[in-house]
T-cell receptor, first 114, second 112 residues
Framework: NAGVMQNPRHLVRRRGQEARLRCSPM?????VYWYRQLPEEGLKFMVY????????ESGMPKERFSAEFPKEGPSILRIQQVVRGDSAAYFC????????????FGNGTRLTVT | AQKVTQAQTEISVVEKEDVTLDCVYE???????LFWYKQPPSGELVFLIR??????QNEISGRYSWNFQKSTSSFNFTITASQVVDSAVYFC?????????FGEGTQLTVNP
């Protein structure tokens, strides 16, 4: 009974490189959410996706960040030209999409930008 | 923005003490859900409870209990007879539609 799977668990990138974070939702879940947790801070909503659609990206930075959830395969959060301020834990969550159903979180990807 | 406020940034107790974590939220919605999640030192997020805005019954699960007061927009979490393994950051959250908004979290440290 696999939960939400995120990989990699840890990711180190140099400034200017690209970071790709992957998330496979729980079986039967078609809704994916990405949250960011900066060091010593709480969880901030970034984006909500359904298969092939971005539903709400109001929490995404306007530049360098993008997300997708293709028909086949995991959801991808992509950060281009990373900067030190992007260092954070990025959590993916999934739900069945039933109104207000619980979000089940993955273990997160810890991105470190050197 | 409709906020979720966890006024206690850090709480430190001695094992076996009871401890209450406060959560106050803002909302303009008539229907919403409230959540608590636990983030132990290992970093994952563990779902604890979901409560519908129409259900104001208090809930107890083992040493955990939750007090939902709609009149004061509060959803407080009490751990009875705390244990060292309860040490974690606890996040309260509120939904608005499909989005879950979290408070800043309360760091609970239970000392032996």
């Amino acid at each position: 009974n696999a939960g939400v799977m995120q990989n990699p668990r840890h990711l180190v990138r140099r400034r200017g490189q690209e970071a790709r974070l992957r998330c496979s939702p729980m079986k039967g879940h078609s809704h994916v959410y990405w949250y960011r947790q900066l060091p010593e801070e709480g969880l901030k909503f970034m984006v909500y996706l359904q298969k092939e659609n971005i539903i709400d990206e109001s929490g995404m930075p306007k530049e360098r960040f993008s997300a997708e959830f293709p028909k086949e395969g995991p959801s991808i959060l992509r950060i281009q030209q990373v900067v030190r301020g992007d260092s954070a834990a990025y959590f993916c969550a999934s739900s069945q999409g039933v109104y207000n159903s619980p979000l089940h979180f993955g273990n997160g990807t810890r991105l470190t930008v050197t | 923005a409709q906020k979720v406020t966890q006024a206690q940034t850090e709480i430190s107790v001695v094992e076996k003490e009871d401890v209450t974590l406060d959560c106050v939220y803002e909302t303009r919605d008539t229907t919403y859900y409230l959540f608590w999640y636990k983030q132990p030192p290992s970093g994952e997020l563990v779902f604890l409870i979901r409560r519908n805005s129409f259900d104001e019954q208090n809930e107890i699960s083992g040493r955990y209990s939750w007090n939902f007061q709609k009149s004061t927009s509060s959803f407080n979490f009490t751990i009875t007879a705390s244990q060292v393994v309860d040490s974690a950051v606890y996040f309260c959250g509120r939904t608005s539609g499909s989005r879950l908004t979290f408070g800043e979290g309360t760091q609970l440290t239970v000392n032996p």
